[in-house]
């Protein structure tokens, strides 16, 4: 059994494992040693210097220093460059979007204003995007799928997916997620205080058993999705204002959903209220701008002081071909104060926990899938590059459309037109 | 006699006058402020001549500088303030060629989008400037990142979008006092998706690449038509020695045709939204068709397909270093895209941002490209990136005589980095316009606020 195929834990049914055995069916993961790496393992905080990770079947092995290559291992010598479990590529819809603007490429929303929380972006999944290897080859290898361009407050649901390029690659809990704050405003009657009438409407109707009004604002389907994540599932809301986070808070808590924070811009101000509830964020660390009323407060620490409160945070904000930029937010985000391996956890572990997804996701150890990335300095930095992703312990061809378009252009002559150079 | 004498001299100030007040309406009334010299020595400078000098002197007095070299030299004066830049670089100061702060200001909302006049595809006729709200927040974030001089340029909804101006970074009431003294007006055109959609969704033309073209090249047989007409006029003036001239009829002053026209004389500068290779090769024969010359194409996310006829025809192409995917025309991205561009001899590349946040870190997005084309087997070191960010968005906007430099004799805009500027943790320390320290990361008093920030958020413990 495919390693992959593990982590269908949640999803259901048969045709799915199939899927899954299919789509994994012509490639053989071959045992990988990785010879003298620096390993920012993230399940424990301090680097491995001459660290060695050995990769048998998808999965790590053993990891440690001076461990000794089996025969039949593939050895890539490290050179003490950097290893770090493959990144986290923020909330995005990766494999739901080729082109923003080309609205029949586009799958990430549902154009309705009525509350549909079983609308499911992961049946819409296309693993061949071509975004995806872009994305993947710059050290991300998962992302969280999202539902957050709907027309309702409630966008739908999502999943945590491998970018393993295989068409069955979903992993963890389901996700639901709800826009809050100016942006949602339009679709709430002009108030936000609609949404926390809509939202609690919304509860009440879900935990009943037949149609709760003549004018009900969810479907059968959609009682019972919602209902759902009252006891299993993770609910992202986006708001930025503090007042609307706490707001959030406080529903999450009578509603016994299992919050998580989106956007967060004004989130600092509240970080220990954050810590008590244990709600984690994902912010642009880039946000300093007040780009609406709801922003005020921006400010470039924002990571740093939520880090420091003990609020488990990540980083969202990119659009979906931007994803690979990430990790460029997150040295930001260290620039202005945030520890370096708070950093780089932000990047891998802390999306994984928030997710509940630690221990196959976001960090190094023996029995852990294998997916890392090899840099070739400092993950963080803009000068550095992904030199060779691994997912599921094998190794990712580094090429994407965008590699193939440099490598036809990059000759400075040619003497047939370039659509006959073929990389 | 002496009352005729100051009647004909109050007169001819007047003229004066009144001919300056029509050659350059709304002038700049910046003035640098007063500032004593300023002396920083052991810095790794990079001079944006393509030069790297290491433990380095820069000299700043009277708003310019005065000289550069690479050596430690010892003015101490009583009025000189020496800065020790032991283990931090020198940059001039960074220049964005395409930015809509102020036009499109935060918070983004519709009262604040100033940036597109979308009710005609061709608006030569209004200025960004008259747009520009001197308060946006934006401009102190992008001062932070070291951005001394920005082009702000009306938007791409339109095949002609109006005329762009060229600011400096310095807080002010009034744009007129941040307007760049004397540099040229620039105009926004846009090729592509963005005008074919705008109007095609409204039924009226362009709805198609080739309805573009056809709409460009109206305009100009106008301009021409419209410079004929004046010159006719003026040689219709000059003809009448002794005899009468009732034939020559002043024309009618057209504001959109007297910006075309403007183009047409090589007193304007065209910066061109386009993508696609080939758009921009056919906007140069158009170039060709009417005698004017593309100054820089913007985005020009396919750019490195054509770098060998862009460094030919001597343009620049001004471009992100990563952004693709956005809609059709930016499908082709790849991160080579600067590093290709800047490769030929004569190539001119430009990093420019279009963003409120881009622009607070063009320095990191040098360092990307910088890096792909390094990776890509090209020699790119420090001193040659900073030029995609100084020197050459200066060209591109006809003010490298001024600025985008470190050369004797130049305004000194000059950033003090806490390292090297090719790196996410760098930060600008100190930024310097004509000589005046605008911005000190370390000191509040050398941070401005808008009045939109003032006051918000009251009682909130910063």
């Known amino acids: 059994m495919n390693c992959r195929t593990c982590k269908f834990r949640i999803a259901p049914g048969g045709l799915v494992l199939l899927l899954g055995l299919f789509a994994n069916a012509n490639s053989q993961a071959e045992t990988l040693f990785i010879n003298d790496a620096t390993v920012y393992s993230m399940s424990s905080m301090a680097a491995l210097q001459d660290g060695d990770i050995l990769i048998r079947d998808g999965r790590i092995e053993s990891l440690a220093t001076g461990l000794t290559p089996p025969e039949d291992a593939r050895i890539i010598e490290a050179k003490g460059r950097p290893v770090t479990p493959g990144f986290f590529a923020g909330i995005t819809e990766l494999g739901l979007v080729e082109i923003s603007a080309v609205e029949s490429s586009v799958d990430g929303g549902l154009s309705t204003d009525q509350l549909r929380p079983e609308f499911d972006v992961t049946t819409a999944y296309n693993p061949l995007s071509s975004a995806i290897p872009v994305t993947r080859i710059e050290g991300y290898t998962w992302s969280m799928l999202g539902a957050s361009r709907s027309g309702s407050i409630i966008g739908g649901q999502g999943q945590a997916v491998s970018l393993d390029g295989d068409f069955q690659s979903f992993a963890g809990k389901r996700v639901l997620f709800i826009d809050v704050g100016a942006d949602a405003s339009g679709q709430s009657g002009n108030s936000r205080a609609a949404q926390w009438m809509l939202l609690e409407r919304a509860m009440t109707e879900s935990a009943s058993e037949v149609a709760w009004s003549p004018d009900p604002l969810l479907t059968v389907a959609g009682r019972t999705a919602l209902e759902g994540f009252k006891t299993e599932g993770i609910v992202v809301f986006n708001a930025d204002r503090a007042s609307d986070i706490l707001q959030v808070i406080d529903f999450s808590s009578r509603h016994g959903l299992n919050a998580v924070i989106s956007g967060g811009t004004e989130a600092w101000m509240i970080a220990d209220q954050l810590a008590e509830a244990g709600v984690p964020v994902l912010i642009d660390a880039l946000s300093n701008l007040p780009g609406s009323f709801d922003e005020l407060g921006a400010r470039l620490d924002n990571a740093a002081i939520l880090n420091a409160a003990g609020v488990t945070i990540s980083f969202y904000g990119m659009d979906t071909h931007q994803a690979r930029r990430l990790r460029q937010v997150a040295g930001n985000a260290v620039a202005n104060g945030l520890p370096y391996e708070a950093g780089l956890a932000a990047m891998t572990v802390n999306p994984a926990v928030m997710f509940e997804l630690d221990g196959e996701y976001g960090s190094l150890a023996p029995g852990h899938a294998a997916d890392m990335v090899i840099w070739s300095g400092d993950p963080l930095e803009v000068t550095s590059v992904a030199e060779q992703v691994i997912i599921d312990g094998k190794i990712v061809p580094m090429v994407s459309r965008q590699t193939l378009l440099r490598d036809r252009y990059l000759p400075k002559d040619s003497d047939m037109p370039r659509a006959y150079i073929k990389p | ?462």
């Open chain 2, 1 to 462: 006699m002496d009352f005729t004498k100051f009647a004909l001299s109050m007169l001819t100030l007047w003229l004066i006058t009144a001919t300056l007040l029509h050659a350059s309406p709304y002038p700049s009334t910046y003035r640098p402020l007063a500032s004593g010299p300023v002396l920083i020595v052991n810095a790794t400078i990079l001079t944006g001549t393509g030069t790297r000098i290491e433990n380095g002197s820069l000299l700043i007095s009277n708003g310019r500088i005065q000289h550069i070299q690479d050596a430690v030299v010892d003015m101490a004066t009583d009025q000189l303030e020496v800065i020790d830049a032991e283990g931090r670089w020198v940059t001039p100061g960074l220049i964005d060629v395409h930015s809509h702060l102020g036009v499109y200001a935060s918070p983004n909302i519709d009262a604040h989008a100033d940036g597109n006049e979308m009710t005609s595809p061709a608006t030569a006729q209004v200025w960004a400037e008259h747009s520009v709200w001197p308060q946006d927040p934006g401009f102190s974030r992008a001062l932070a990142g070291g951005v001394t001089s920005l082009q702000i340029l009306p938007g791409s909804g339109n095949l002609v979008g109006g005329r762009g101006v060229t600011l400096k970074n310095v807080p002010s009431t009034t744009y007129q006092g941040m307007k760049f003294p004397s540099a040229p007006y620039s105009l926004k055109m846009a090729c592509g998706e963005n005008p074919k959609r705008v109007y095609g969704e409204k039924g009226v033309a362009p709805s198609t690449r080739m309805g573009n073209m056809a709409g460009y090249r109206a305009q100009w047989i106008e301009a021409q038509k419209y410079i004929q007409d004046w010159d006719d006029y003026e040689s219709q003036k000059a003809d009448k020695k002794g005899g009468k001239n009732e034939t020559a009829t002043t024309p009618v002053r057209d504001l959109r045709l007297e910006t075309l026209a403007g183009v047409l004389k090589g007193e304007i500068l065209v910066h061109m939204h386009c993508y696609r290779a080939d758009e921009m090769a056919t906007i140069l024969d158009m170039a060709d068709e009417f005698g004017y010359r593309v100054s820089a194409f913007h985005h020009a996310v396919e750019a490195y397909k054509i770098n060998g006829m862009l460094a030919e025809k001597k343009v620049c192409g001004a471009m992100w270093a990563d952004w693709w995917g956005f809609k059709a025309e930016a499908y082709d991205g790849i991160q080579e895209n600067i590093a290709m561009v800047d490769r030929p001899e004569g190539g001119c590349a430009i990093v420019h941002s279009d963003s409120s946040e881009g622009i607070q870190r063009l320095n990191q997005e040098a360092a990307k490209a910088m890096t792909r084309g390094r990776l890509a087997g090209m020699d790119i070191p420090p001193e040659r990136a900073i030029q995609w960010i100084t020197a050459n968005p200066a060209r591109s906007m006809g003010i490298l005589d001024q600025t985008g430099t470190l050369e004797a004799g130049k305004m000194a805009d000059v950033v003090i980095w806490n390292g090297n500027p090719f790196s996410v943790y760098a930060k600008a320390d100190q930024v310097f316009v004509d000589g005046t320290l605008l911005y000190d990361r370390n000191d509040p008093v050398r941070q401005p606020v808008s009045d939109f920030e003032l006051g918000q958020q009251l009682g909130v413990e910063q």
